[in-house]
């Protein structure tokens, strides 16, 4: 999957009608390929009218696709722009991450197969969609139980950058603009 430009990103943001930001702006790219438990989205920081690119996965792992937390169906974020939605807060309680801070649209696929599909079921709430990294230590090759919808970063050297940058940033509050590849 192509890593984009800013100038490509911005053209983007117009044509969906999305806000620039100049600050410190999340974006996520979900992968069309969208290859079942794989790390293949892209999860950027845009600052300064720069973007660093970090892989990460947009989709839930295979486990919690086939084995629901909600008889609804697995969540899957939907693409859109969320205007200060995330702050720094605890990931389950455990270690510092994004934490959801207000409600989102999740798509909700309850076929209970290994690919994440956008239903015609959707749900807008506060369901912990958060922004996390997956192993503490190494780098993760697979999703598998490390994201239940959550955007997560498979590196945690990547995570700790993103996490830093956020909290130099001074801001409370982060916007999220969740593309599909294009």
């Given at each position: 999957?192509?890593?984009?430009?800013?100038?490509?990103?911005?053209?983007?943001?117009?044509?969906?009608?999305?806000?620039?930001?100049?600050?410190?702006?999340?974006?996520?790219?979900r992968?069309?390929?969208?290859?079942?438990?794989?790390?293949?989205?892209?999860?950027?920081?845009?600052?300064?009218?720069?973007?660093?690119?970090?892989?990460?996965?947009?989709n839930?792992?295979?486990?919690?696709?086939?084995?629901?937390?909600?008889?609804?169906?697995?969540?899957?974020l939907?693409?859109?722009?969320?205007?200060?939605t995330?702050?720094?807060?605890?990931?389950?309680?455990?270690?510092?991450?994004?934490?959801?801070?207000?409600?989102v649209?999740?798509?909700?696929?309850?076929?209970?197969?290994?690919?994440?599909?956008e239903?015609?079921v959707?749900?807008?709430?506060?369901?912990?969609?958060?922004?996390?990294?997956a192993?503490?230590?190494?780098?993760?090759?697979?999703?598998?139980?490390?994201?239940?919808?959550?955007?997560?970063?498979n590196?945690?050297?990547?995570?700790k950058?993103?996490?830093?940058?956020?909290?130099?940033?001074?801001?409370?509050?982060?916007?999220?603009?969740?593309?599909?590849?294009?």
């Open positions: 999957m192509k890593k984009y430009t800013i100038e490509e990103l911005k053209a983007e943001f117009t044509k969906k009608g999305y806000k620039w930001f100049e600050d410190i702006n999340f974006v996520g790219v992968s069309l390929a969208d290859l079942p438990n794989q790390f293949d989205d892209f999860f950027g920081v845009i600052q300064n009218n720069n973007v660093e690119w970090f892989t990460c996965t947009t839930p792992g295979t486990h919690w696709l086939k084995n629901l937390l909600n008889p609804k169906g697995a969540a899957l939907k693409p859109n722009q969320y205007v200060d995330w702050k720094i807060g605890l990931h389950q309680g455990k270690y510092e991450a994004l934490v959801q801070a207000k409600e649209v999740v798509y909700r696929d309850n076929n209970k197969d290994d690919k994440a599909d239903s015609s959707t749900e807008k709430g506060i369901f912990g969609i958060n922004i996390h990294r192993n503490e230590k190494m780098v993760s090759k697979f999703i598998d139980k490390w994201s239940a919808g959550c955007t997560v970063l590196n945690p050297a990547d995570f950058k993103v996490l830093d940058l956020a909290k130099a940033s001074k801001k409370s509050l982060f916007t999220y603009s969740l593309l599909k590849e294009f």
